[in-house]
């Protein structure tokens, strides 16, 4: 029988949604072991004055199997 947990984290990226999913992975990784997936439940921006995106923000939610 498995037990998983589910963890929410935030991250960012100035170049793509993508990009902030990446690294959020990427940096839980260094930590978590046995991640099994991840749902993007919220994605943000952050503009300058003229409606440019400046940011991508995302939070995600990671499942791993706890040992």
């Known amino acids: 029988m498995s037990v998983a947990k589910v963890i929410e984290i935030s991250a960012s990226s100035k170049t793509s949604m993508e990009e902030a999913v990446k690294s959020g992975l990427r940096k839980v990784s260094e930590t978590v072991k046995n991640i099994q997936g991840a749902w993007v439940n919220e994605i943000k921006v952050a503009t300058d004055g003229d409606g440019n995106v ?3 923000r995302v ?3 990671v499942t791993f ?3």
Do not use: A, G, H, K
Request: proline share 0%; glycine share 0%; aromatic share 12%.
């Open 59 to 61: 939070n995600l939610r």
């Open 65 to 67: 199997i706890v040992q």
């Open 54 to 56: 400046l940011e991508w």
